[in-house]
C-alpha cells in the first residue's frame, strides 16, 4: 500500500516545474494589464521623456567622413 501512496506524490522535479509554471503565470497575468494600461494610458510621454534624457547620455558616433552641406536659398529666407 506504501508504494501506491509514494507514486501518487509528485516527485520533487514535478513540484519544482509546477511552482515555476505558477509564478511565470502570476508574472504573466500582472505585467500583461499593467503593460495594456501604460500603453494606452498617459504615461507615455513620461515614458518617451525619460528615453530622450538617458539618449544625450550615450551619443551617436560621427564618422568622420560624413560631411554635410546646407546650402542657403535667399528666396526662401523669411
Known amino acids: 500500500m506504501k508504494a501506491l501512496d509514494r507514486q501518487d506524490e509528485p ?3 514535478q513540484r519544482l516545474f509546477r511552482g ?3 509564478e511565470w503565470l502570476l508574472v504573466s497575468l500582472l505585467l500583461l494589464p499593467l503593460t495594456a494600461l501604460l500603453s494606452l494610458s498617459s504615461g507615455l510621454p513620461l515614458n518617451n521623456l525619460l528615453y ?3 539618449r544625450t547620455l550615450a551619443p ?3 564618422a568622420p567622413r560624413l560631411l554635410v552641406v546646407a546650402i542657403a536659398d535667399p528666396r526662401r529666407a523669411s
Do not use: F
Request: glycine share 0%; no cysteine.
Open 52 to 54: 530622450d534624457r538617458l
Open 20 to 22: 515555476l509554471v505558477r
Open 11 to 13: 516527485s520533487q522535479a
Open 60 to 62: 551617436l558616433a560621427v
